[in-house]
T-cell receptor, first 112, second 114 residues
Framework: AQKVTQAQTEISVVEKEDVTLDCVYE???????LFWYKQPPSGELVFLIR??????QNEISGRYSWNFQKSTSSFNFTITASQVVDSAVYFC?????????FGTGTKLQVIP | DAGVTQSPTHLIKTRGQHVTLRCSPI?????VSWYQQVLGQGPQFIFQ???????GRGNFPDRFSARQFPNYSSELNVNALLLGDSALYLC?????????????FGSGTRLTVV
């Protein structure tokens, strides 16, 4: 069975601070994919980033960066210089062709 | 191009009633998936349809059913509604293989059962 754990339920930061969202996953599959989604109050899930299990190279995309460590089954996501518009619920997810298994989400509040 | 569209956006039903939710995928996407998101939780997989056939089903009772039409749009049906069915129902579309690269989700239908 697949499982995604997001231990942080809520995080508050002051604008311009950096914030890291933690994600730990469990799977028996050797090939899998990891995602981060953002869900603003409007409810729509917005795709942010993905990583496949064979690519542990960490990257930076604008203010977003992620740290994939297969040895610890972690896929952490960092927002640099946070902005009020970053306030949302962030979901880490694990999946493949058929379905995606989501974590319970981390609510991020960026205070002006 | 239009994204994934879902209708209605909000719905209030009474226990025991039946509900039909609709989803139109992105043009060119042949796969539609349905997810249920209860308040405070992450989305839970209900169904995946591809080329009008069910390709996957989550751990949901038989009261939940779905179908996909020749134009790749989809309906999710829930019979004998329970209070616990109150949730945001999300539809996601993808092309074959592209699911690995991130499904595109609609804004959802918020169902309230009273």
């Amino acid at each position: 069975a697949q499982k995604v754990t997001q231990a942080q339920t809520e995080i508050s930061v002051v604008e311009k601070e950096d914030v890291t969202l933690d994600c730990v996953y469990e799977t028996r599959d050797t090939t899998y994919y990891l995602f981060w989604y953002k869900q603003p109050p409007s409810g729509e899930l917005v795709f942010l980033i993905r990583r496949n299990s064979f690519d542990e190279q960490n990257e930076i995309s604008g203010r977003y960066s992620w740290n994939f460590q297969k040895s610890t089954s972690s896929f952490n996501f960092t927002i640099t210089a946070s902005q009020v518009v970053d306030s949302a619920v962030y979901f880490c997810a694990l999946g493949g062709y058929q379905k995606v298994t989501f974590g319970t989400g981390t609510k991020l509040q960026v205070i002006p | 191009d239009a994204g994934v569209t879902q209708s209605p956006t909000h719905l209030i039903k009474t226990r025991g009633q039946h509900v039909t939710l609709r989803c139109s995928p992105i043009s060119g996407h042949k796969s539609v998936s349905w997810y249920q998101q209860v308040l405070g939780q992450g989305p839970q997989f209900i169904f995946q349809y591809y080329e009008k056939e069910e390709r996957g089903r989550g751990n949901f009772p038989d009261r939940f059913s779905a179908r996909q039409f020749p134009n790749y749009s989809s309906e999710l049906n829930v019979n004998a509604l329970l209070l616990g069915d109150s949730a945001l129902y999300l539809c996601a579309s993808s092309t074959p293989g592209q699911g690995l690269y991130g499904y595109t989700f609609g804004s959802g239908t918020r169902l309230t059962v009273v």
